[in-house]
Protein backbone atom coordinates (compact mmCIF):
# COMPACT_ATOMS: atom_id res chain seq x y z
CA UNK A 1 0.00 0.00 0.00
CA UNK A 2 2.90 2.24 0.84
CA UNK A 3 4.40 1.84 -2.70
CA UNK A 4 1.64 2.39 -4.07
CA UNK A 5 0.62 5.64 -2.90
CA UNK A 6 3.98 6.97 -2.69
CA UNK A 7 3.89 9.07 -6.55
CA UNK A 8 0.51 10.00 -5.43
CA UNK A 9 0.47 10.88 -2.38
CA UNK A 10 -2.03 13.77 -2.18
CA UNK A 11 -4.41 11.87 -4.28
CA UNK A 12 -4.44 9.20 -1.67
CA UNK A 13 -5.02 11.30 0.88
CA UNK A 14 -8.07 12.86 -0.98
CA UNK A 15 -9.06 9.42 -1.84
CA UNK A 16 -9.30 8.44 1.74
CA UNK A 17 -10.50 11.21 3.45
CA UNK A 18 -13.23 11.03 1.21
CA UNK A 19 -14.03 7.02 1.83
CA UNK A 20 -13.85 8.50 5.74
CA UNK A 21 -16.84 11.58 4.74
CA UNK A 22 -18.54 9.08 2.57
CA UNK A 23 -18.58 6.31 5.18
CA UNK A 24 -19.91 8.80 7.94
CA UNK A 25 -22.57 9.67 5.54
CA UNK A 26 -23.23 6.31 5.38
CA UNK A 27 -23.51 5.54 9.17
CA UNK A 28 -25.57 8.97 9.84
CA UNK A 29 -28.30 8.47 7.22
CA UNK A 30 -31.83 9.92 7.59
CA UNK A 31 -33.06 6.50 6.11
CA UNK A 32 -32.15 5.14 9.65
CA UNK A 33 -34.78 7.83 11.37
CA UNK A 34 -31.70 10.85 12.15
CA UNK A 35 -30.66 8.68 15.34
CA UNK A 36 -27.43 9.37 16.53
CA UNK A 37 -25.16 7.01 17.95
CA UNK A 38 -26.27 6.79 21.47
CA UNK A 39 -29.85 6.84 20.32
CA UNK A 40 -29.21 3.81 17.72
CA UNK A 41 -28.07 1.88 20.62
CA UNK A 42 -31.46 1.63 22.47
CA UNK A 43 -34.07 3.51 20.66
CA UNK A 44 -36.03 0.99 18.12
CA UNK A 45 -36.35 -1.25 20.56
CA UNK A 46 -40.18 -1.86 21.31
CA UNK A 47 -39.13 -3.70 24.55
CA UNK A 48 -37.35 -0.49 26.22
CA UNK A 49 -39.55 -0.36 29.24
CA UNK A 50 -38.97 -4.22 30.45
CA UNK A 51 -34.95 -3.33 29.80
CA UNK A 52 -34.46 -0.17 31.29
CA UNK A 53 -31.16 -0.88 32.43
CA UNK A 54 -29.88 -1.72 28.79
CA UNK A 55 -29.16 1.99 28.60
CA UNK A 56 -26.08 2.12 30.61
CA UNK A 57 -24.51 0.22 27.86
CA UNK A 58 -25.23 3.20 25.17
CA UNK A 59 -22.82 6.24 26.63
CA UNK A 60 -19.74 7.27 24.28
CA UNK A 61 -17.16 9.52 25.20
CA UNK A 62 -15.76 10.23 28.46
CA UNK A 63 -18.45 9.38 30.11
CA UNK A 64 -18.56 5.83 28.80
CA UNK A 65 -18.23 3.95 31.44
CA UNK A 66 -20.81 5.41 34.04
CA UNK A 67 -23.32 2.71 35.25
CA UNK A 68 -25.70 4.35 37.11
CA UNK A 69 -27.81 2.20 38.78
CA UNK A 70 -27.22 -0.74 35.85
CA UNK A 71 -26.57 -3.72 38.69
CA UNK A 72 -29.43 -2.52 41.33
CA UNK A 73 -33.07 -2.97 41.51
CA UNK A 74 -35.93 -0.30 39.92
CA UNK A 75 -37.08 2.08 41.95
CA UNK A 76 -40.39 3.44 41.58
CA UNK A 77 -41.21 7.38 42.42
CA UNK A 78 -44.42 7.28 43.34
CA UNK A 79 -44.78 10.64 45.63
CA UNK A 80 -43.65 14.53 44.27
CA UNK A 81 -43.39 15.78 47.66
CA UNK A 82 -39.88 16.56 49.34
CA UNK A 83 -38.38 16.31 52.51
CA UNK A 84 -34.74 17.28 52.54
CA UNK A 85 -33.86 15.67 56.17
CA UNK A 86 -36.28 12.61 56.39
CA UNK A 87 -37.92 11.72 53.04
CA UNK A 88 -40.05 9.12 52.68
CA UNK A 89 -40.11 6.12 50.76
CA UNK A 90 -41.42 6.43 46.77
CA UNK A 91 -40.35 9.88 47.25
CA UNK A 92 -37.26 10.77 44.70
CA UNK A 93 -34.99 11.95 47.17
CA UNK A 94 -35.41 8.72 49.15
CA UNK A 95 -34.41 6.61 46.26
CA UNK A 96 -31.19 8.75 45.24
CA UNK A 97 -29.70 8.54 49.24
CA UNK A 98 -29.58 5.08 48.97
CA UNK A 99 -26.47 3.24 49.38
CA UNK A 100 -27.24 0.37 47.12
CA UNK A 101 -27.34 0.89 42.93
CA UNK A 102 -30.89 1.69 42.27
CA UNK A 103 -32.69 2.80 38.97
CA UNK A 104 -35.30 5.17 39.50
CA UNK A 105 -38.40 5.39 37.07
CA UNK A 106 -41.59 7.38 37.79
CA UNK A 107 -45.33 5.51 38.24
CA UNK A 108 -46.59 9.05 36.48
CA UNK A 109 -46.45 12.60 35.30
CA UNK A 110 -45.05 14.62 38.13
CA UNK A 111 -43.65 17.93 38.68
CA UNK A 112 -41.04 17.64 41.91
CA UNK A 113 -40.83 21.60 43.53
CA UNK A 114 -37.80 20.13 45.68
CA UNK A 115 -37.39 21.88 49.00
CA UNK A 116 -32.85 21.68 49.26
CA UNK A 117 -30.62 20.55 46.70
CA UNK A 118 -31.29 16.61 46.03
CA UNK A 119 -27.76 14.79 46.73
CA UNK A 120 -27.42 11.89 44.90
CA UNK A 121 -25.17 9.17 45.86
CA UNK A 122 -23.71 7.04 43.87
CA UNK A 123 -24.30 4.14 41.61
CA UNK A 124 -28.30 6.18 40.73
CA UNK A 125 -29.89 6.34 37.45
CA UNK A 126 -32.93 9.32 37.29
CA UNK A 127 -34.72 7.90 34.34
CA UNK A 128 -37.97 9.95 33.04
CA UNK A 129 -38.88 7.83 30.22
CA UNK A 130 -42.83 7.09 29.38
CA UNK A 131 -43.82 9.82 31.71
CA UNK A 132 -43.61 13.58 32.09
CA UNK A 133 -40.97 14.50 34.83
CA UNK A 134 -39.69 17.89 35.84
CA UNK A 135 -37.38 19.21 38.50
CA UNK A 136 -38.24 23.22 38.71
CA UNK A 137 -39.01 26.22 41.12
CA UNK A 138 -36.74 25.57 43.90
CA UNK A 139 -33.38 23.77 44.06
CA UNK A 140 -32.38 21.14 41.53
CA UNK A 141 -29.67 18.51 41.44
CA UNK A 142 -26.38 17.97 43.18
CA UNK A 143 -23.65 15.15 42.31
CA UNK A 144 -21.09 15.54 44.97
CA UNK A 145 -18.32 13.52 45.82
CA UNK A 146 -19.48 10.50 44.28
CA UNK A 147 -19.44 8.44 40.67
CA UNK A 148 -21.78 6.27 38.18
CA UNK A 149 -24.86 8.81 37.57
CA UNK A 150 -26.91 9.09 35.03
CA UNK A 151 -29.54 11.47 34.20
CA UNK A 152 -31.93 10.77 31.48
CA UNK A 153 -34.88 12.47 29.76
CA UNK A 154 -36.22 14.93 32.77
CA UNK A 155 -36.81 18.84 32.48
CA UNK A 156 -35.07 20.72 34.98
CA UNK A 157 -35.93 24.12 34.98
CA UNK A 158 -36.23 27.50 36.98
CA UNK A 159 -33.92 26.10 39.81
CA UNK A 160 -33.10 28.33 42.38
CA UNK A 161 -30.72 28.79 45.22
CA UNK A 162 -30.49 26.64 48.51
CA UNK A 163 -30.73 27.61 51.64
CA UNK A 164 -28.74 26.44 54.43
CA UNK A 165 -30.26 23.89 56.28
CA UNK A 166 -29.85 19.87 57.03
CA UNK A 167 -29.71 17.60 53.97
CA UNK A 168 -29.41 13.74 53.85
CA UNK A 169 -27.00 12.71 51.30
CA UNK A 170 -27.29 8.88 52.47
CA UNK A 171 -29.80 6.36 54.10
CA UNK A 172 -27.15 7.08 57.38
CA UNK A 173 -25.85 10.77 57.44
CA UNK A 174 -27.47 14.08 57.07
CA UNK A 175 -25.74 17.51 57.14
CA UNK A 176 -26.11 21.23 57.67
CA UNK A 177 -25.54 22.40 53.83
CA UNK A 178 -24.59 25.81 53.60
CA UNK A 179 -27.41 26.78 50.46
CA UNK A 180 -26.49 26.18 46.98
CA UNK A 181 -26.43 28.16 44.04
CA UNK A 182 -29.11 27.70 42.07
CA UNK A 183 -27.20 25.40 39.33
CA UNK A 184 -29.65 23.48 37.57
CA UNK A 185 -26.99 19.95 37.95
CA UNK A 186 -24.37 20.77 39.76
CA UNK A 187 -21.40 17.99 39.50
CA UNK A 188 -18.99 18.39 42.33
CA UNK A 189 -15.35 16.06 42.88
CA UNK A 190 -17.50 13.21 40.84
CA UNK A 191 -16.51 11.11 38.33
CA UNK A 192 -18.46 8.37 35.85
CA UNK A 193 -21.78 10.96 35.29
CA UNK A 194 -24.06 10.97 32.12
CA UNK A 195 -26.47 13.63 31.36
CA UNK A 196 -28.79 12.50 28.35
CA UNK A 197 -31.31 14.00 26.70
CA UNK A 198 -33.08 16.36 29.42
CA UNK A 199 -33.76 19.64 29.16
CA UNK A 200 -32.28 22.69 31.16
CA UNK A 201 -33.66 26.93 30.76
CA UNK A 202 -33.76 29.33 33.20
CA UNK A 203 -32.20 29.06 36.34
CA UNK A 204 -30.80 30.98 38.88
CA UNK A 205 -26.95 30.13 38.27
CA UNK A 206 -25.68 27.52 35.58
CA UNK A 207 -27.58 25.21 33.92
CA UNK A 208 -24.65 22.38 33.99
CA UNK A 209 -21.39 22.92 36.54
CA UNK A 210 -18.24 20.33 36.57
CA UNK A 211 -16.10 21.66 38.87
CA UNK A 212 -13.70 20.54 41.78
CA UNK A 213 -11.54 17.92 40.10
CA UNK A 214 -14.93 16.17 38.29
CA UNK A 215 -13.71 14.05 35.68
CA UNK A 216 -15.43 11.22 33.26
CA UNK A 217 -18.78 13.07 32.08
CA UNK A 218 -20.85 12.94 29.40
CA UNK A 219 -23.42 15.31 28.14
CA UNK A 220 -25.37 14.53 25.33
CA UNK A 221 -28.60 14.83 23.75
CA UNK A 222 -29.82 17.93 25.69
CA UNK A 223 -31.78 20.91 24.64
CA UNK A 224 -30.52 24.34 26.49
CA UNK A 225 -32.93 27.12 26.05
CA UNK A 226 -33.55 30.81 27.69
CA UNK A 227 -30.27 30.98 30.26
CA UNK A 228 -27.09 33.19 30.48
CA UNK A 229 -24.54 31.20 31.79
CA UNK A 230 -25.09 27.62 30.35
CA UNK A 231 -22.07 25.75 31.26
CA UNK A 232 -18.99 25.65 33.03
CA UNK A 233 -16.12 23.21 33.37
CA UNK A 234 -13.38 24.05 35.71
CA UNK A 235 -13.68 25.68 39.45
CA UNK A 236 -12.14 29.20 38.91
CA UNK A 237 -8.64 30.00 37.38
CA UNK A 238 -6.55 28.86 40.35
CA UNK A 239 -7.74 25.54 40.62
CA UNK A 240 -5.38 23.77 39.09
CA UNK A 241 -6.90 20.47 40.43
CA UNK A 242 -9.33 20.66 37.54
CA UNK A 243 -6.48 19.67 34.86
CA UNK A 244 -8.07 15.99 35.40
CA UNK A 245 -10.90 17.37 33.96
CA UNK A 246 -12.35 15.30 30.84
CA UNK A 247 -15.54 15.88 29.24
CA UNK A 248 -17.57 15.04 26.39
CA UNK A 249 -20.11 17.32 25.30
CA UNK A 250 -21.95 15.37 22.28
CA UNK A 251 -25.41 15.50 20.17
CA UNK A 252 -26.46 18.90 21.98
CA UNK A 253 -28.59 21.38 20.73
CA UNK A 254 -28.08 24.66 22.06
CA UNK A 255 -31.39 26.26 21.65
CA UNK A 256 -33.08 29.78 21.57
CA UNK A 257 -32.07 32.91 24.19
CA UNK A 258 -28.81 31.52 25.46
CA UNK A 259 -26.01 34.24 25.69
CA UNK A 260 -22.37 31.87 26.81
CA UNK A 261 -20.66 29.03 28.20
CA UNK A 262 -21.57 26.67 25.72
CA UNK A 263 -19.11 25.51 27.22
CA UNK A 264 -16.69 27.85 29.33
CA UNK A 265 -13.47 25.98 30.44
CA UNK A 266 -10.93 25.94 32.46
CA UNK A 267 -7.49 24.01 32.58
CA UNK A 268 -8.89 20.36 31.43
CA UNK A 269 -10.05 18.77 28.31
CA UNK A 270 -13.19 19.62 25.96
CA UNK A 271 -14.79 17.51 23.63
CA UNK A 272 -17.45 19.32 21.83
CA UNK A 273 -18.73 17.54 18.65
CA UNK A 274 -21.79 17.24 16.63
CA UNK A 275 -23.84 20.11 18.24
CA UNK A 276 -26.42 22.25 16.91
CA UNK A 277 -25.62 25.75 18.37
CA UNK A 278 -28.86 28.21 17.37
CA UNK A 279 -27.95 31.48 18.91
CA UNK A 280 -25.20 33.13 21.67
CA UNK A 281 -25.64 36.73 22.43
CA UNK A 282 -21.87 37.03 23.97
CA UNK A 283 -19.89 33.98 22.61
CA UNK A 284 -20.52 29.83 22.26
CA UNK A 285 -17.28 28.59 23.61
CA UNK A 286 -14.63 30.19 25.46
CA UNK A 287 -12.39 29.32 28.52
CA UNK A 288 -9.58 30.77 30.49
CA UNK A 289 -6.70 29.17 32.49
CA UNK A 290 -5.23 27.36 29.11
CA UNK A 291 -7.95 24.46 28.84
CA UNK A 292 -8.06 22.45 25.62
CA UNK A 293 -10.74 22.59 23.64
CA UNK A 294 -11.43 20.23 20.46
CA UNK A 295 -14.40 21.49 18.45
CA UNK A 296 -15.71 18.83 16.13
CA UNK A 297 -18.20 18.22 13.41
CA UNK A 298 -20.58 21.26 14.93
CA UNK A 299 -23.26 23.48 13.26
CA UNK A 300 -22.63 26.98 14.10
CA UNK A 301 -25.43 29.86 13.64
CA UNK A 302 -24.47 33.08 14.52
CA UNK A 303 -27.04 35.73 15.92
CA UNK A 304 -28.73 37.79 13.15
CA UNK A 305 -28.45 41.56 13.76
CA UNK A 306 -25.39 41.54 16.45
CA UNK A 307 -21.62 41.65 16.24
CA UNK A 308 -21.10 38.39 18.23
CA UNK A 309 -19.92 36.67 15.28
CA UNK A 310 -17.12 35.00 16.61
CA UNK A 311 -17.50 31.63 18.51
CA UNK A 312 -14.93 31.50 20.84
CA UNK A 313 -13.63 33.98 23.74
CA UNK A 314 -10.81 33.83 25.62
CA UNK A 315 -11.14 35.55 29.14
CA UNK A 316 -7.77 36.98 28.86
CA UNK A 317 -6.11 39.50 26.90
CA UNK A 318 -2.45 37.95 26.46
CA UNK A 319 -0.68 34.43 26.59
CA UNK A 320 -3.64 32.54 25.05
CA UNK A 321 -1.80 32.19 21.64
CA UNK A 322 -0.24 28.42 23.17
CA UNK A 323 -4.03 27.39 24.09
CA UNK A 324 -4.70 24.53 21.97
CA UNK A 325 -8.26 25.31 20.56
CA UNK A 326 -9.08 23.53 17.10
CA UNK A 327 -11.91 23.56 14.95
CA UNK A 328 -12.11 20.31 12.50
CA UNK A 329 -14.91 20.08 9.87
CA UNK A 330 -17.19 22.56 11.81
CA UNK A 331 -20.33 24.59 9.63
CA UNK A 332 -20.46 28.18 10.26
CA UNK A 333 -23.37 30.38 9.13
CA UNK A 334 -24.52 33.40 9.26
CA UNK A 335 -20.72 34.75 9.34
CA UNK A 336 -19.88 32.55 12.51
CA UNK A 337 -15.88 31.68 12.86
CA UNK A 338 -13.57 29.87 15.41
CA UNK A 339 -10.49 31.39 16.07
CA UNK A 340 -7.79 28.69 16.50
CA UNK A 341 -5.15 28.54 18.48
CA UNK A 342 -1.97 26.44 19.51
CA UNK A 343 -0.48 23.70 17.78
CA UNK A 344 -0.23 19.86 17.82
CA UNK A 345 -2.40 17.77 17.77
CA UNK A 346 -5.61 17.89 20.68
CA UNK A 347 -7.79 14.94 19.14
CA UNK A 348 -9.94 13.19 22.46
CA UNK A 349 -7.79 10.31 23.45
CA UNK A 350 -10.68 7.60 23.95
CA UNK A 351 -10.34 4.14 24.95
CA UNK A 352 -11.88 1.63 22.29
CA UNK A 353 -14.87 1.85 24.29
CA UNK A 354 -15.39 5.59 24.43
CA UNK A 355 -14.50 6.03 21.18
CA UNK A 356 -17.41 6.93 18.14
CA UNK A 357 -17.70 8.24 14.67
CA UNK A 358 -17.97 12.00 14.77
CA UNK A 359 -19.88 13.20 11.55
CA UNK A 360 -19.37 16.23 9.66
CA UNK A 361 -21.38 18.95 10.52
CA UNK A 362 -23.46 19.62 7.91
CA UNK A 363 -25.32 16.18 9.21
CA UNK A 364 -25.82 17.87 12.86
CA UNK A 365 -29.28 19.09 12.18
CA UNK A 366 -30.54 15.27 11.41
CA UNK A 367 -28.63 14.14 14.32
CA UNK A 368 -29.87 16.95 17.34
CA UNK A 369 -33.53 16.88 15.86
CA UNK A 370 -34.70 14.75 19.07
CA UNK A 371 -32.35 16.74 21.69
CA UNK A 372 -33.98 16.75 24.90
CA UNK A 373 -36.89 14.07 26.94
CA UNK A 374 -38.32 11.93 24.12
CA UNK A 375 -41.86 11.34 24.42
CA UNK A 376 -41.51 7.88 24.58
CA UNK A 377 -44.43 5.47 24.87
CA UNK A 378 -44.26 1.52 26.94
CA UNK A 379 -44.81 -0.70 24.15
CA UNK A 380 -43.40 0.92 21.14
CA UNK A 381 -39.68 1.84 19.58
CA UNK A 382 -39.30 5.57 21.28
Given at each position: ??ST????L????????S?IN?S????Y?????N??V???????R???????????D????Y????????F????????P??N???????????????T?????V???????????EL??N??K???GRG?????A??P??T?Q???H??????????????K????????????ERH??????????????VW??H??????SD????V????T?????NN??S???K???????????D??I???????N???????E????VR??Y???A??????W?????G??A??T?????NY??????????Q?T?????N??KN???R??????????????????S?S?I?S???????A?????????A????L???V??SC
Amino acid sequence: MASTCTPHLVLCLVLVLSFINSSLQDYYTPDRQNMNVIDSCWRRRSNWAANRRALADCAIGYGNDAIGGKFGTIYVVTDPSDNPSNPKPGTLRYGVIQTKPLWVVFAKNMVIVLKNELMVNSFKTIDGRGVKVEIAYGPCITVQGVSHVIIHGISIHDCKPGKPGLVRDTVTHVGERHGSDGDAIAIFSSSHVWIDHCFLARSSDGLIDVIHASTAVTISNNYFSQHDKVMLLGHNDGFTDDKIMRVTIVFNRFGAGLIERMPRVRFGYAHVANNRYDEWKMYAIGGSANPTIFSEGNYFVAPQNSNAKQVTKREVNNGWKNWKWRSSRDVFLNGAYFVQSGWGSCSPIYSRAQSFPVAPGSMVPALTANAGPLPCIVGKSC
